[in-house]
């Protein structure tokens, strides 16, 4: 039995409030009629070339990705243009598009949830106080039994889908970790929380040079995390599945699918010999 877009929509805003992103965010429906039936859906993590082409080729009706195509103003949607581009193939081929973008990372299993499990960390809290009452940024938990910094990044990098760029690593190989504070996606502005600084290891993506040193000398000079740095794509993918599962209980008579494409942006890597 095919589903209303519409409830789809509300079913999203139920499960990933829209009150719980950021003011500068741009969740929600980007195209599409409200009013058309759904009957396929495909997630992913970003709206690219990509996995247009599986939504196309599954006959989606909605594909619902995490980094909203919309994100920063546009001036134009020629066709020309990638995200024009975009926009033309799901209208002409009756495919919406929806985000759930910061309002998916801060709920209880969000993207920074969902990593958090994936890497066994328990009796976890967000790191940032809720937003509109709805739960918060990051998440910071325990270890049943502590690590060496080695063998928990070797326990990141089997948990993640493989990227070109892998699993970055600051810190002694062989210090002992246990307290671990995770933020699925580009998290730097939460270097400095203390829930950040009184952890052992810190996991995030995107770290920029300058943050990440100066966290690290920091640490050296009063103790801080140990510092992960991982493919944003690839830490936000694991909350795919958990997302499918979540629409498919609400609405069992949808075919709910998450995509197989990897949207790093990375092809390959060079290193010196």
């Known amino acids: 039995m095919a589903v209303l877009l519409s409830e789809i929509l509300a079913a999203a805003d139920d499960l990933w409030p829209s009150s719980g992103a950021e003011e500068w965010d741009a969740t929600g429906l980007a195209s599409g ?37 919309l994100m920063r ?25 929806l ?7 801060v709920v209880d299993g969000g993207t920074s949830s969902a990593l958090a499990g994936a890497l066994g960390v328990v009796d976890t809290e967000p790191i940032t106080p809720a937003r ?11 270890l049943t039994h502590a690590l060496s910094l080695e063998e928990f990044a070797a326990r990141v990098a089997d948990a993640l889908p493989k990227t070109v760029g892998g699993v970055r690593v600051a810190g002694d190989p062989t210090a002992s970790v246990q307290r671990i504070a995770i933020c699925g996606g580009a998290g730097d502005s939460l270097l400095n929380h203390p829930s950040v600084t009184t952890a052992d290891v810190y ?30 794509w690839a830490a936000e993918s694991l ?15 949808l075919d709910v699918r998450v995509s197989d494409q990897r949207t790093d942006p990375w092809d390959f890597s060079v290193h010196n010999a």
């Open 33 to 69: 009629d409200p009013g058309a039936t759904v009957e396929r859906v495909l997630l992913a993590v970003d709206a690219v070339g990509a996995t247009i082409d599986e939504a196309l080729a599954t006959k989606a009706h909605l594909l619902l990705v995490h980094h909203p195509l």
């Open 73 to 97: 103003g546009v001036t134009s949607i020629a066709a020309d243009r990638y995200k024009g581009n975009i926009l033309s193939r799901l209208i002409r081929h009756d495919c919406a598009l």
């Open 99 to 105: 985000a759930a973008h910061t309002n998916a990372d």
């Open 132 to 142: 509109n009452g709805i739960g918060g940024l990051g998440r910071v938990g325990s």
């Open 203 to 232: 996991v995030t993506s995107d770290l920029r040079h300058h943050p990440a040193s100066e966290s690290r000398e920091q640490s050296l000079v009063t103790g801080g995390p140990a510092l992960v740095d991982v493919s944003h």
């Open 239 to 253: 909350w795919l599945s958990t997302a499918a599962s979540q629409l498919s209980a609400r609405f069992p008579s």
